[in-house]
């Protein structure tokens, strides 16, 4: 996932299509005959990274794909970034996947259970974390909370009443969401023509934030009473 975009596999065909709150518009197939795989993720650099028995990368952007080589692990159906590594669900656990070399990769914490989905999720401005989807049946998928770090199982989170074999994330690249400023408002203030009011305006929060104008500071990003 990119932003508001999805990718997904079907097939050997590539399709991508928008996101807008729970809907998926416009979808396309964006590439055809690509080739099998059950684990697909979108990196920083716009090439979109699947594998199968081979690590593959495409470009968004041109289409160019390449085989960057052979896995020694088997995937199980997903992949993600975390801190520009790449991690992959095999059927051993976690594996971080070396790209210069994918028969290289190693074993990051191993897993006895199903584990088909992996995904990076935005749990702050700067932070993410990645929660692992352990298969149970047709009608339970486990959430399990990972440390890559420690290299360990944090807890389990919940339970899905169905099976989930994947999850996307517009930060599983390994980008952080930051601070986004939407807009700065500079209204005048009814009080006096020689006083302005000014709303600073961002996107959906994760955290509190401190704006802080002419030496006065608050949470809200709006201020009244400036002079002009």
Known sequence: MNKDKMYWLNQNNIHAASVKDILMEGCTKLFPNMGNSNALTLGADNKLYYAAGYLLTTDINTGK?????????????DMCFYNKDLYMASVNG??????????????HI???????????????????????????????????????????????VGILPYSVLGAASPVEDGSTLGI?????????????DKLAIVDIITRSRFETYTFTLNGISNSTGKFTGLKD
């Open 65 to 77: 794909s390449e085989a960057l080589g052979a896995l020694n692990f088997a995937p199980s159906g």
């Open 94 to 107: 976690i594996v971080k996947v070396n790209l210069k070399n994918p028969s290289q990769s190693t074993l």
């Open 110 to 156: 191993p897993m006895s259970q199903q584990l088909f989905g992996i995904v990076s999720v935005a749990t702050g401005l700067r932070k993410n974390t990645v929660y692992g989807l352990v298969y149970k049946n047709e009608l339970q998928t486990n959430v399990i909370e990972l440390d890559m770090e420690n290299q360990k199982i944090v807890r389990d």
């Open 180 to 192: 986004e400023l939407d807009k700065v408002d500079i209204t005048q203030d009814c009080s006096s």
